[in-house]
Structures are given as C-alpha cells and as structure tokens.
C-alpha cells in the first residue's frame, strides 16, 4: 500500500473512533464542563436560563446575601461537589455534596444541567481542540 492509501485508510477509521474521540475529549475536560455548571449558578441561572427566585430581604440584610437571584454558594460545598460524568449518549452533571438532594428536590434538576448556549460553546471552544488533536495522533500525523 503506498503512503496516500495508507493515509486514506487511516481517515477512513476515523468513522469508526468517533464516539471515542469525544468521550477521550470531554474525559479530559470534565472540570472545566462543571465550571461551566457553576458559572451558570453564578449568575443566578439553571440550565435551562431560567433565573432562581431572588434572595429575601432577610437574606439580603440580615445574612448579607446579594440583591438578586439566588446563586445556591454559602460555604463553596455545592459547587465544590459539582462533578461531570461522561455517558455514551452525552454528559451528566451529579452533585455529591450532602445537600444536593434537598437543592434539586426544591430548585429543580436543571439546578445540574447545561444551558443549550454552553453546550455548543463547550463544544466549539473546548473540545474542539482535543478532538482535532486525538484525530491528528490517530492519523500519525
């Protein structure tokens, strides 16, 4: 086989690493997939764009919380607990920080989920990279 039908060979494998390639891809980038999560949660948004109920006066004088949508940050716990597994059909967010349960039972499930925005911003500006440079190695090139 000469070096171009070896090349061609080799793209034509490609096909069939896809779905290794971007879970290889997103595995690498797992912490910054969360960071995403909590960037959301910073401004007071779920996964879905919706903004939390706001803070009440009480939090807002008393306890010194902002004016504004509720953020679900005290001590750090939560986010800190904010984790990103890999599936074969996409990415799930879990939260193993002991009050995550009660959080998602009163806020709701996009409380851990991705804002559609993020996704594709995660995909165009994260895991684009890797994954042209898994490809680069699978091809040798």
Same mark, same amino acid.
Request: proline share 4%; aromatic share 8%; charged share 30%.
């Given at each position: 086989?000469?070096?171009?039908?070896?090349? @061609?060979?080799?793209?034509?494998? @490609?096909?069939?690493?896809?779905?290794?390639?971007?879970?290889?891809?997103?595995?690498?980038?797992?912490?910054?997939?969360?960071?995403?999560?909590?960037?959301?949660?910073?401004?007071?948004?779920?996964?879905?764009?919706?903004?939390?109920?706001?803070?009440?006066?009480?939090?807002?004088?008393?306890?010194?919380?902002?004016?504004?949508?509720?953020?679900?940050?005290?001590?750090?716990?939560?986010?800190?607990?904010?984790?990103?597994?890999?599936?074969?059909?996409?990415?799930?967010?879990?939260?193993?920080?002991?009050?995550?349960?009660?959080?998602?039972?009163?806020?709701?499930?996009? @409380?851990?989920? @991705?804002?559609?925005?993020?996704?594709?911003?995660?995909?165009?500006?994260?895991?684009?990279?890797?994954?042209?440079?898994?490809?680069?190695?699978?091809?040798?090139?």
């Amino acid at each position: 086989m000469n070096p171009l039908e070896d090349l @061609i060979e080799r793209f034509k494998s @490609i096909e069939t690493q896809t779905d290794a390639i971007i879970s290889e891809s997103a595995e690498m980038r797992t912490e910054e997939i969360a960071d995403t999560v909590i960037s959301q949660l910073q401004q007071g948004q779920d996964g879905q764009g919706e903004f939390l109920p706001n803070y009440s006066k009480t939090s807002v004088n008393k306890f010194g919380k902002p004016d504004g949508p509720i953020k679900l940050f005290d001590q750090g716990d939560f986010y800190n607990a904010m984790d990103v597994i890999v599936e074969q059909d996409g990415l799930k967010v879990v939260n193993n920080d002991q009050k995550a349960d009660f959080l998602i039972d009163f806020y709701g499930q996009p @409380i851990v989920e @991705i804002q559609d925005k993020n996704v594709a911003k995660i995909a165009n500006e994260i895991l684009v990279f890797d994954m042209l440079e898994a490809v680069e190695k699978r091809l040798g090139i």
